[in-house]
């Protein structure tokens, strides 16, 4: 069993939990910018910064976070969205959590989770997010379109996660307008930029789609990297949680973007 197939496992039997009650969460109603156009402007490479707390692969990161310090740091440093963990088993993250950030920053927001079901997408909605993921390689492809129509349909940015060509394929045919290449395979843990730069080279390029390189960030020698391979964004998580400062680490991954049109 991979660390993957453990945490699907387990969102199995959330969702059950979840399906017993509405959500009981209500984020302020605030009109969020679309992360679309958010992304689609500036000529650096945007940062979404996450709040995480802990990881399957790392342990604890950073244990007594306060989200809602968090989110404020990273807004205020020009972060472009912030991701929020929810999971709580595998990343000590809540739906609570979401609902503090949501209602202390105006940006574009995400829920990050292993969503496999329509009422996870309830929870995020309800808790603030403008924004879900969706992983390709926890989704059938009915099920994929299924969640992505659902999402579309509730006025939600979404953020399709690949790790592979044949996932980015997968991704492009259901119409994914933002699509991330996730640096580390979620079987066993291992983080290579390459991947990156593999699936940028199959990524059809163009104005109506945004590529996203996500996890393993730290330097603004990786942010180059993934830049010139045609990363508009960003998701970064760890460097930024252990940094002393969150404004400095933020901008040094703002990199000047290549006057490359892609
Ligand atoms: O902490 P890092 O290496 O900067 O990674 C952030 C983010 O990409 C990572 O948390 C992530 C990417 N996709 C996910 C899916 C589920 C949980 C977590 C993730």
Redesign the pocket.
């Known amino acids: 069993m991979t660390i993957l197939t453990k945490i699907l496992a387990q969102k199995a039997v959330e969702i059950e939990q979840l399906k017993q009650q509405a959500p009981t969460y209500v984020a302020d109603a605030k009109q969020r910018p679309s992360l679309f156009e958010t992304l689609n402007t500036t000529n650096r490479l945007h940062v979404i910064a996450?709040m995480?707390r802990a990881?399957p692969s790392?342990g604890l990161?950073a244990e007594g976070a306060n989200p809602v310090a968090q989110g404020m740091a990273y807004e205020q440093a020009g972060a472009a969205c912030i991701?929020v963990?929810t999971?709580e088993c595998f990343?000590k993250g809540s739906f609570e959590d979401l609902q503090n950030v949501a209602n202390a920053v105006s940006i574009p927001l995400l829920c990050?989770?292993?969503v496999i079901d329509e009422v996870q997408i309830d929870y995020a909605k309800a808790a603030g997010a403008s924004v879900v993921?969706l992983?390709v390689a926890a989704l059938d492809d009915m099920t994929l379109q299924r969640l992505h129509d659902y999402a579309t349909s509730l006025d939600l940015d979404i953020l399709v996660?690949t790790h592979n060509v044949d996932e980015l394929h997968r991704a492009l045919r259901i119409g994914a307008k933002i699509i991330?290449v996730?640096n580390?395979n979620?079987h066993d843990f291992s983080?290579d930029l390459a991947h990156t730069e593999d699936i940028a080279a199959h990524f059809p390029f163009n104005e109506e789609r945004i590529f996203i390189s996500?996890?393993?960030?730290w330097t603004s020698e990786d942010a180059a990297r993934v830049a010139k391979a045609g990363a508009k964004a960003v998701?970064?998580?760890?460097?930024?949680?252990r940094s002393d400062s969150v404004q400095s680490a933020l901008q040094s991954l703002q990199v000047p973007l290549l006057a490359v049109k892609r």
Do not use: H, T
């Open positions: 996450e995480k990881s790392k990161i991701s963990l999971d990343f990050k989770d292993f993921l992983i996660e991330g996730n580390r979620l983080i996500e996890s393993g960030i998701l970064v998580g760890e460097s930024l949680m």
